[in-house]
T-cell receptor, first 111, second 115 residues
Framework: SQQGEEDPQALSIQEGENATMNCSYK?????LQWYRQNSGRGLVHLIL?????REKHSGRLRVTLDTSKKSSSLLITASRAADTASYFC???????????FGAGTRLTVKP | GAGVSQTPSNKVTEKGKYVELRCDPI?????LYWYRQSLGQGPEFLIY????????DSGLPNDRFFAVRPEGSVSTLKIQRTERGDSAVYLC?????????????FGQGTRLTVV
């Protein structure tokens, strides 16, 4: 079963705009990670945020985590056409030690 | 190796046949995950190994699916009596430690087509 759910399912923006994607999950977690996928093949890790952290930055990426609402957001600033991809959140849970993904947000950045 | 390697990259098989999909994780990674992904969907969890043992196999859809990791390194996902609904991209990932505490590195996947 899936743990996280991203929204929106699809997002289309112009180059230079910011893109915000959200992830909600169901059970208590230890960590939440964001991944990117091009062309339906291998996923690439973007950022990991732990349950005791509220915000984390990496380059143009900003991730927030609100454990009281069981939600996270990924913000990509100053988007580029090369950011076009699917973005997934992945959570472990305090009950299971594996890693489960949501259905993803398909981001299209138009040049 | 430099990354997670999955072989074959593509596999076409006839309905009812047996297939094996191989995953070579990054050396030293104790955790190994198998997922399958259909077009437009997120990766669906199948099984998670910590070392040689399956720490969680709750995602295997039925008893036609089985996975092993006998020496704590290479893993093989085995599918018996394949069905058309098994067609998907099968992804393998490894990480240094388990419990999703560190980033996972993914292979490029095996695209399985059952005809």
């Amino acid at each position: 079963s899936q743990q996280g759910e991203e929204d929106p399912q699809a997002l289309s923006i112009q180059e230079g705009e910011n893109a915000t994607m959200n992830c909600s999950y169901k059970t208590s977690i230890n960590n939440l990670q964001w991944y990117r996928q091009n062309s339906g093949r291998g996923l690439v890790h973007l950022i990991l945020i732990r349950s005791n952290e509220r915000e984390k930055h990496s380059g143009r990426l900003r991730v927030t985590l609100d454990t009281s609402k069981k939600s996270s957001s990924l913000l990509i600033t100053a988007s580029r056409a090369a950011d076009t991809a699917s973005y997934f959140c992945a959570t472990d849970s305090q009950r299971n030690n594996d890693m489960r993904f949501g259905a993803g947000t398909r981001l299209t950045v138009k040049p | 190796g430099a990354g997670v390697s999955q072989t074959p990259s593509n596999k076409v098989t006839e309905k009812g046949k047996y297939v094996e999909l191989r995953c070579d994780p990054i050396s030293g990674h104790t955790a190994l995950y198998w997922y399958r992904q259909s077009l437009g969907q997120g990766p669906e969890f199948l099984i998670y190994f910590q070392g040689t043992g399956a720490a969680d196999d709750s995602g295997l859809p039925n008893d036609r699916f089985f996975a092993v990791r006998p020496e704590g390194s290479v893993s093989t996902l085995k599918i018996q009596r394949t069905e058309r609904g098994d067609s998907a991209v099968y992804l393998c990932a490894s990480s240094l430690t388990g419990r999703a505490r560190t980033e996972a590195f993914f292979g490029q996947g095996t695209r399985l087509t059952v005809v």
